[in-house]
Protein backbone atom coordinates (compact mmCIF):
# COMPACT_ATOMS: atom_id res chain seq x y z
CA UNK A 1 0.00 0.00 0.00
CA UNK A 2 1.41 3.47 -0.97
CA UNK A 3 0.26 5.64 1.56
CA UNK A 4 0.57 9.34 1.21
CA UNK A 5 3.02 10.69 3.70
CA UNK A 6 1.44 13.75 5.81
CA UNK A 7 3.70 16.62 6.81
CA UNK A 8 2.64 18.50 9.87
CA UNK A 9 2.02 22.08 8.16
CA UNK A 10 2.84 24.26 11.25
CA UNK A 11 6.13 22.71 12.05
CA UNK A 12 7.21 23.05 8.10
CA UNK A 13 6.41 26.49 7.76
CA UNK A 14 7.96 27.51 11.31
CA UNK A 15 11.44 25.60 10.30
CA UNK A 16 11.57 27.38 7.00
CA UNK A 17 10.10 30.79 8.02
CA UNK A 18 12.14 30.97 11.39
CA UNK A 19 15.49 31.52 9.70
CA UNK A 20 14.15 34.26 6.74
CA UNK A 21 12.42 36.19 9.85
CA UNK A 22 15.69 36.55 12.07
CA UNK A 23 17.56 37.47 8.63
CA UNK A 24 15.04 40.08 8.11
CA UNK A 25 15.49 41.28 11.75
CA UNK A 26 18.99 41.54 11.23
CA UNK A 27 19.12 43.25 8.57
CA UNK A 28 16.82 45.81 9.18
CA UNK A 29 18.52 46.84 12.66
CA UNK A 30 20.68 49.60 12.45
CA UNK A 31 24.15 49.53 12.51
CA UNK A 32 25.81 49.89 16.20
CA UNK A 33 29.47 52.01 16.09
CA UNK A 34 31.88 50.35 18.15
CA UNK A 35 32.14 52.36 21.05
CA UNK A 36 35.09 55.40 20.96
CA UNK A 37 37.93 54.97 23.38
CA UNK A 38 39.94 57.63 25.25
CA UNK A 39 43.83 57.61 25.04
CA UNK A 40 45.59 58.60 28.10
CA UNK A 41 49.49 58.83 28.15
CA UNK A 42 50.83 58.55 31.34
CA UNK A 43 54.23 60.39 31.59
CA UNK A 44 57.34 58.73 32.88
CA UNK A 45 58.44 59.70 36.42
CA UNK A 46 62.18 59.94 35.76
CA UNK A 47 63.10 63.60 34.60
CA UNK A 48 65.25 63.08 31.67
CA UNK A 49 67.47 65.70 30.34
CA UNK A 50 69.09 65.45 26.96
CA UNK A 51 69.70 68.11 24.18
CA UNK A 52 67.72 68.83 21.67
CA UNK A 53 64.82 65.47 22.67
CA UNK A 54 61.85 66.57 24.74
CA UNK A 55 60.42 63.73 26.38
CA UNK A 56 56.85 63.32 27.79
CA UNK A 57 57.95 63.00 31.28
CA UNK A 58 56.56 65.00 34.61
CA UNK A 59 59.44 67.72 34.38
CA UNK A 60 58.46 68.30 30.60
CA UNK A 61 54.84 69.03 31.94
CA UNK A 62 55.82 71.37 35.05
CA UNK A 63 57.86 73.32 32.23
CA UNK A 64 54.97 73.89 30.31
CA UNK A 65 52.74 75.56 32.81
CA UNK A 66 55.84 77.80 34.56
CA UNK A 67 54.46 80.77 34.63
CA UNK A 68 51.18 80.22 33.15
CA UNK A 69 47.77 81.22 35.01
CA UNK A 70 46.49 78.01 36.95
CA UNK A 71 43.42 77.37 38.23
CA UNK A 72 42.96 74.72 40.74
CA UNK A 73 39.61 73.00 41.55
CA UNK A 74 40.09 70.80 44.51
CA UNK A 75 38.40 67.51 45.51
CA UNK A 76 39.66 66.45 48.69
CA UNK A 77 37.15 68.08 51.34
CA UNK A 78 34.50 65.88 52.53
CA UNK A 79 31.14 67.09 53.90
CA UNK A 80 28.14 64.93 54.92
CA UNK A 81 25.12 64.31 53.34
CA UNK A 82 22.92 65.76 50.19
CA UNK A 83 25.79 69.22 50.12
CA UNK A 84 28.40 67.02 49.65
CA UNK A 85 27.05 65.92 45.96
CA UNK A 86 25.71 68.97 45.19
CA UNK A 87 29.37 70.89 45.58
CA UNK A 88 31.25 67.49 43.75
CA UNK A 89 28.96 68.82 41.05
CA UNK A 90 29.12 72.10 41.10
CA UNK A 91 32.86 71.73 40.69
CA UNK A 92 32.25 69.46 37.88
CA UNK A 93 29.82 71.79 36.05
CA UNK A 94 32.92 74.56 37.06
CA UNK A 95 35.47 72.53 35.31
CA UNK A 96 33.48 71.90 31.81
CA UNK A 97 32.49 75.98 31.75
CA UNK A 98 36.63 76.24 32.60
CA UNK A 99 37.45 74.01 29.78
CA UNK A 100 34.89 75.42 27.36
CA UNK A 101 36.39 79.46 28.22
CA UNK A 102 39.94 78.40 27.34
CA UNK A 103 39.11 76.11 24.15
CA UNK A 104 37.08 78.88 23.03
CA UNK A 105 39.10 82.09 23.49
CA UNK A 106 42.24 79.63 22.41
CA UNK A 107 43.76 80.66 25.89
CA UNK A 108 46.80 78.80 25.83
CA UNK A 109 48.39 81.04 29.02
CA UNK A 110 45.66 79.31 31.22
CA UNK A 111 46.17 75.50 32.75
CA UNK A 112 43.50 73.96 34.75
CA UNK A 113 44.28 71.70 37.77
CA UNK A 114 42.40 69.09 39.05
CA UNK A 115 43.27 67.70 42.12
CA UNK A 116 41.40 64.43 43.10
CA UNK A 117 40.23 63.16 46.45
CA UNK A 118 39.24 60.19 47.91
CA UNK A 119 35.33 60.58 47.19
CA UNK A 120 36.27 60.93 43.27
CA UNK A 121 34.51 58.07 41.43
CA UNK A 122 35.41 56.60 38.21
CA UNK A 123 32.61 58.52 36.48
CA UNK A 124 33.46 61.57 37.69
CA UNK A 125 36.55 60.87 35.98
CA UNK A 126 35.23 59.79 33.17
CA UNK A 127 32.82 62.65 32.97
CA UNK A 128 35.93 64.88 33.08
CA UNK A 129 37.76 63.03 29.99
CA UNK A 130 34.71 62.81 27.91
CA UNK A 131 34.26 66.74 28.38
CA UNK A 132 38.19 67.21 27.38
CA UNK A 133 37.39 65.04 24.55
CA UNK A 134 33.81 66.35 22.59
CA UNK A 135 35.65 70.14 23.52
CA UNK A 136 38.73 69.22 21.93
CA UNK A 137 41.35 69.66 24.40
CA UNK A 138 44.50 68.54 22.68
CA UNK A 139 46.91 68.84 25.53
CA UNK A 140 46.55 67.24 29.08
CA UNK A 141 48.40 65.17 31.24
CA UNK A 142 47.48 63.04 34.46
CA UNK A 143 50.01 62.53 37.21
CA UNK A 144 50.52 62.74 41.18
CA UNK A 145 46.43 62.19 41.56
CA UNK A 146 46.12 65.50 39.35
CA UNK A 147 44.83 66.08 35.82
CA UNK A 148 46.51 69.46 34.21
CA UNK A 149 44.20 70.57 31.29
CA UNK A 150 46.51 73.00 28.94
CA UNK A 151 44.86 75.59 26.56
CA UNK A 152 44.60 75.00 22.66
CA UNK A 153 47.40 76.94 20.69
CA UNK A 154 45.69 79.60 18.83
CA UNK A 155 45.10 78.74 15.02
CA UNK A 156 47.40 80.17 12.31
CA UNK A 157 46.42 81.42 9.64
CA UNK A 158 48.30 81.62 6.58
CA UNK A 159 48.29 84.24 4.32
Not at 12 to 33: C, H, Q, R
Request: charged fraction near 25%.
Amino acid sequence: MNKLLRYYYPGMVSLLGFPLLVFWLISDAPSVSPPKMIRLFMPMDDCIVRPHVRYFDKCAIKDDFKGKLITTVSFHEFLPGHHHQMIKQGKLNLIRREVERVTFTNNSRSVIKVEFGEEITFGDVYYLLNTIQELGVKRYAWFSNELYIFGNEPPTYEQ
